[in-house]
């Protein structure tokens, strides 16, 4: 079984950036891409940015230029490296593989407001 923990999140202004981890720990295969997905107030569950083996990268429009993710496969973790937050990026944050094959964690919360 997987479990994932999401870690980073806070309260910011606009602006500012924050680094969003995702431990994984538990028995899994190899070779997922990973992903990073969104949820803002009453909106659905979006992914938002996806990492595969070799380090190949994905972001979305709404992000690219500003977000970028990485991992350390050693560590089992992934990261969301966030700059120039925007109020319109605020939500709950969290990490599966990029089809949400996974349990879900409890996500982590980020708000940015001024």
């Known amino acids: 079984q997987v479990q994932i923990k999401e870690s980073g999140g806070g309260f910011v202004q606009p602006g500012g950036s924050l680094r969003l981890s995702c431990a994984v720990s538990?028995?899994?295969?190899?070779?997922?891409?990973m992903g990073w997905f969104r949820q803002a107030p009453g909106q659905q569950r979006d992914l938002i940015a996806s990492i595969w083996t070799g380090g190949i990268t994905h972001v979305s429009e709404s992000v690219k230029g500003r977000f970028t993710v990485s991992r350390d496969a050693g560590k089992n973790t992934m990261y969301l490296q966030m700059n120039s937050l925007k109020p319109e990026d605020t939500g709950v944050y969290y990490c599966?593989?990029?089809?949400?094959?996974?349990?879900w964690g409890q996500g982590t919360q980020v708000t940015v407001s001024s």
């Open positions: 599966n593989t990029n089809q949400g094959d996974w349990e």
């Open positions: 538990g028995t899994y295969a190899s070779g997922y891409g």
